[in-house]
């Protein structure tokens, strides 16, 4: 095996897909600000609404819920028609919604805020990155989905620290005004700046795709049905040892991860830390994560991707047992870094 993958000319300049790289990224950064805002008040608020720990449990799941589940139909839609639109719909969907944090005055309705919420989001990040991948070149997808990756991670770690410092000089409503100012913002920057994928790539249009499914080529055989290569594609990815391996490595650390997230914020009060702490705390963690992406993106391209994935799952392992243990927050500081 060869430690790097030779780079295939991509028919993308180099200055057009730095610009695009540049408007996604950014959009998706200013957008996950403004949803990482929310994560160090929202288990609060929804304690404040008569929340039981089951249901703040419930109100974040609800968004993941619905996400997962519309991620597969809107990444079917990206494949047909033009990325740029779906994601600036899902960006001002995201606005929309954020109002409705403010006049959720239950916690059931709060959890069909955050599941419509959630829908919104399957709009967004999974299609910037089915994006990227039509830009990059052979050899280079990790180098350039670990910028984007690390713009998302910088954006979430702002936002916890903006967010607790918002609710502790200004209340929970602000913090969800400032969710609706960033998302739309990110919306505007797509409209303005980001490139319709069809004047990339014409041959990926969604004219073409849509002909060839319709009318196929001489030398191909007519395609089945879509549902059953959908079907046939995920029993293959799951059937691999080695998709399927990494795809639960990495459920398993974003279900812990998310688990310590969602109360830590009504933790560390208990040990006298503010949700500005809180937010701290939490941003900490991401910023790290998000610069190291970028590392270890350009280390994946050059080696094998699986002796980084094995040491790295035992090493957020060999953190959780510690976590129990923090009692001030030094000791969390520690414990994230």
Sequence with gaps: MKDCAPIIPNPISPAKKTRILFVLSLSVFISLVGIG?????????ADTLGASPFWIGVVFAAFAFS????????????????????????????????????????????????FVHGIASAMIAPVAMAYLGE???KGEEARIMSRYQASTLFGFGAGPLMGGVIYDLFGFSAAFYALMTFSALACLIVLLFLPQERTLLPSTTAATKEKELIEPRPDQKRPKDRNDNGRQAMRGIFGNPLYGGTMLVTFVCEFSMICILVFIPLLVPLFGISLGGAGIIISLNV????????????IGDRKNRRVLIIPGALIFAVTLVFFPFCTTFTDFWWYHW
């Design 67 to 114: 996400r997962t589940f519309c991620m597969p139909f809107f990444g079917r839609l990206a494949d047909r028609y033009e990325k740029k639109y779906i994601m600036a719909a899902g960006l001002f969907f995201y606005a929309i919604i954020s109002l409705g944090y403010i006049i959720a005055p239950t916690v059931e309705l709060l959890t069909v805020v955050r």
């Design 37 to 45: 805002m929310v994560v160090p008040i929202l288990s609060v608020y």
């Design 287 to 298: 910023f790290l994560a998000g610069t190291l992406q970028m590392v270890f993106g350009r």
């Design 135 to 137: 830009i990059a070149a």
